[in-house]
């Protein structure tokens, strides 16, 4: 059973740069599309960015150019690397994966993933 650990959260100030790492076991995550999923107070779950086994990437418009969403096949690690840091990305960000297939981006929906982590806050001070 595939089980992911987020960590690299914190507390940055705005402009500022962090590198969430969400590591897995139980399975290789070379065979999953791998998300990055956030939920801000009183707001719905956003996914932030996509990455599939093949190593397609897909990025929500409100990040792109800012985060880069890469894995490391030997650590069985998926990362996000956060720049330019805005106070709205505040949030819990979730690393969540789902073995199925999506024939678009588009299709895919935060409620479509089975496997989630346990989340790690993100708070960009302005």
């Known amino acids: 059973q595939l089980q992911l650990v987020e960590s690299g959260g914190g507390l940055v100030q705005t402009g500022g740069s962090l590198r969430l790492s969400c590591a897995a076991s139980?399975?290789?995550?070379?065979?999953?599309?791998v998300g990055w999923v956030r939920q801000a107070p009183r707001k719905e779950r956003e996914g932030v960015s996509y990455?599939?086994?093949?190593?397609?990437?897909n990025y929500a418009d409100s990040v792109k150019g800012r985060f880069t969403i890469s894995r490391d096949n030997a650590k069985n690690t998926v990362y996000l690397q956060m720049n330019n840091l805005k106070p709205e990305d505040t949030a819990v960000y979730y690393c969540?994966?789902?073995?199925?297939?999506?024939?678009?981006?588009?299709?895919?929906?935060?409620?479509?993933?089975?496997?989630w982590g346990q989340g790690t806050q993100v708070t960009v001070s302005s």
């Open positions: 969540a994966a789902t073995g199925s297939y999506f024939s678009s981006w588009s299709s895919l929906r935060p409620d479509d993933f089975g496997s």
């Open positions: 139980g399975s290789a995550l070379r065979s999953y599309i």
């Open positions: 990455l599939s086994g093949d190593g397609r990437t």
